[in-house]
């Protein structure tokens, strides 16, 4: 098995549709985007439903097929990893990091719209730290945007629970063990 990889993901926002796309033009070449709003019929608060890499965020934002099912309530985040990439040759066209984090955040948080990566769990060891910044980039925030969207993901293999954490007292195990 590969060594345990730790990712941390900076994300920023929230951004309208629109803002993100110009943030995305001007600040943001490649990494992640996660939209956060309401889906057809869906009753109950906002909450995330999609999770995307791309080299271009802008273009993808613009030409998205699964973003225009949040039609209501709609805010995007863009994140940008923070650590260094893995080194040796590359097994995909998209940086491995940037793979892992989405496909992390894809399974372990469900994302409704996420179809693909939420079918099993990531290929490798890794723990995924997600910190939130606001739009000035410089100003961190002290809550993290959504209660469903956790602190920290330590997912180690599938033979054990990952663990989900929500710094401030809340951690969910991803098994059927007892959650502590």
Known sequence: MSKHLAIVVDWYGPYTPEQAIAAAAEDFESGLYLGIGKIKHQKAAATPQYVGLSKNIAS???????????????????????????????????????DLAEWALSY?????????????????????????????????????????????????????PARIVWFGGRMKSSSPWRET
């Open 60 to 98: 993808r934002l613009r030409n998205h097929s699964k973003l225009p099912d949040i039609t209501r309530d709609t805010k995007i985040w863009l994140g940008e990893v923070a650590t260094a990439g893995v080194p040796g040759k590359s097994r995909k066209k998209t940086q491995t990091t940037i």
């Open 108 to 160: 372990f948080m469900k994302l409704p719209l996420n179809t693909k990566k939420r079918k099993n769990p990531p290929d490798r060891a890794m723990t995924l730290l997600n910190r939130w910044w606001r739009i000035d980039y410089e100003t961190p925030w002290r809550k993290r945007p959504h209660q469903q969207w956790p602190d920290l993901i330590d997912y180690v293999d599938p033979e054990y």
